[in-house]
C-alpha cells in the first residue's frame, strides 16, 4: 500500500511540474465531489444548500442576461481606481518614513495609530460625508492599500545595509541616484510584497464595501440574493472571488514578486 501511494504521489508531482495547471485543480476536486454528493443525498434541502449544477446553472444564467459581467467589471474598476491611488500614495511615503528619521518620529505614531482602526469603522463616517456611491468606496480601498504598501516600503528601505549608502556617497552619487539606484532596488522586494498584500486587502474591503454600500458589483450581488433567499448567487459570489483572486495572485503577482526578488533581493542582504 505504502509504494503504491509512493508511486502515485511521484506520479502527480510529475504530472503537475509538465502541466501546473492540474496542480490547481486537483485539490479543489474532492471537495467538489464531497459537496455534490452531500446535496445529491438531500442531507440539507437545496434551497438551504444547493449542488455544484445549480452553481453552474446559475453563473450562465447571469452571464447570459449580463448581470454578472457589469457587476464584475464594476468591482475590478473600483478596485484598480483604489489600488492605484493607493499604491501612489503609499510608496512616496513609506520612502519618507524610512529615509528620514524626523519623518519617521512625527509620523509613525500616526500611522500605527490609524492603522489600528480597521476599514469598515470608516464607512458611517465616509457615508455621511460622500454618500453611497464610488467615492465612498474608493477612499475605504485606498485607506486598506496604502498601509501594507508604507510599512512594506518602510521595511525594505531600512534592510538596506548602511555601507550601500556609504558606498554609493563615497563614489559621488548625488541625492537622486543615490534614491533611483540604491534605495528603491535595495527596497523593491519589500515593496513588492507591500502591493501583494495590500491588494488582498483591498480586495476583501471592497467586498464589504459593496455589501454595505454598493448598488452593483460582486459583493452586492451576493446581499442582494440574501433578501432574496437565493444561497445559489451567494455560493456563486464567494466561488467568482475566490477564483479572481487566486488568478490574479497566483497568475500575476506572486511571479512578479518572486522575479523581484531574484532579481534585487541579493541587494538587501
Avoid: C
Avoid at 505614531?109 to 456611491?133: C, E
Avoid at 467586498?207 to 448567487?233: K, Y
Amino acid at each position: 500500500m505504502k509504494t503504491f501511494l509512493l508511486r502515485a504521489w511521484s506520479r502527480y508531482l510529475r504530472l503537475t511540474t509538465r502541466w501546473p495547471s492540474v496542480g490547481t485543480i486537483v485539490p479543489f476536486l474532492p471537495l467538489i465531489a464531497a459537496w455534490w454528493i452531500i446535496t445529491a443525498l438531500h442531507v440539507f434541502p437545496p434551497a438551504f444548500l444547493p449542488g455544484p449544477a445549480d452553481v453552474v446553472r446559475s453563473f450562465g444564467t447571469l452571464v447570459y442576461t449580463g448581470v454578472l459581467p457589469d457587476y464584475l467589471q464594476d468591482s475590478i474598476v473600483r478596485l484598480v481606481v483604489g489600488s492605484f491611488w493607493g499604491i501612489m500614495l503609499g510608496i512616496p511615503l513609506g520612502l519618507l518614513v524610512g529615509l528620514s528619521q524626523r519623518a519617521h518620529k512625527v509620523l509613525w505614531p500616526l500611522l500605527m495609530f490609524f492603522q489600528a482602526i480597521g476599514d469598515i469603522a470608516w464607512l458611517p463616517i465616509l457615508v455621511i460625508w460622500f454618500g453611497y456611491g464610488l467615492t465612498t468606496m474608493t477612499v475605504v480601498i485606498v485607506y486598506t492599500v496604502i498601509f501594507p504598501v508604507i510599512l512594506n516600503t518602510v521595511l525594505g528601505v531600512r534592510s538596506i545595509p548602511i555601507n550601500m549608502h556609504r558606498a554609493a556617497l563615497s563614489l559621488g552619487a548625488s541625492r537622486t541616484r543615490m534614491l533611483w539606484e540604491v534605495v528603491l532596488p535595495g527596497a523593491l522586494p519589500n515593496i513588492m510584497t507591500g502591493l501583494r498584500n495590500g491588494l488582498g486587502y483591498g480586495w476583501r474591503a471592497l467586498i464589504a464595501t459593496e455589501i454595505i454600500v454598493g448598488t452593483s458589483g460582486i459583493g452586492f450581488l451576493m446581499f442582494d440574493a440574501r433578501r432574496a433567499g437565493s444561497v445559489v448567487e451567494i455560493l456563486l459570489g464567494m466561488i467568482i472571488l475566490g477564483t479572481l483572486w487566486y488568478i490574479v495572485d497566483s497568475w500575476i503577482l506572486a511571479p512578479i514578486e518572486r522575479a523581484t526578488g531574484q532579481r534585487w533581493g541579493l541587494v538587501t542582504k
